[in-house]
Nanobody, 123 residues
Framework: QVQLVESGGGLVQAGGSLRLSCAAS????????LAWFRQAPGKERDFVAA????????SYADSVKGRFTISRDSAQNTVYLQMNSLKPEDTAIYYC????????????????WGQGTQVTVSS
């Protein structure tokens, strides 16, 4: 399995921006996909965005299209989530995940998960 460590969460006002990072222990990902999910209190863990490591194909949840951008840095073994125009409803714990079935929006397509980073958007 891959070890994933998220960072970059915090408190931001509505309309602001944050960039999340996910550092991975694996040297190369080949056909892997990396994704971001989020979970608000009392709710299911939902898909946010995913990227295929080799080709860079991306997939986004409708709720974040046009505001969030997922990218990867092969040299740093890191995946990023740039979040702009943040809304209070974006408040959640954000989790990084990796798997071989991506870039799927299904949680079951990922077998390694990070511990999460809290994002809070105030109104």
């Amino acid at each position: 399995q891959v070890q994933l460590v998220e960072s970059g969460g915090g408190l931001v006002q509505a309309g602001g921006s944050l960039r999340l990072s996910c550092a991975a222990s694996r040297r190369t990902f080949g056909t892997y996909a990396l994704a971001w999910f989020r979970q608000a209190p009392g709710k299911e863990r939902d898909f946010v965005a995913a990227i295929s490591w080799s080709l860079g194909r991306t997939s986004y949840a409708d709720s974040v299209k046009g505001r969030f951008t997922i990218s990867r840095d092969s040299a740093q073994n890191t995946v990023y989530l740039q979040m702009n125009s943040l809304k209070p409803e974006d408040t959640a714990i954000y989790y990084c995940a990796s798997g071989l079935q991506g870039p799927t929006q299904r949680k079951g397509g990922y077998d390694s998960w990070g511990q999460g980073t809290q994002v809070t958007v105030s109104s």
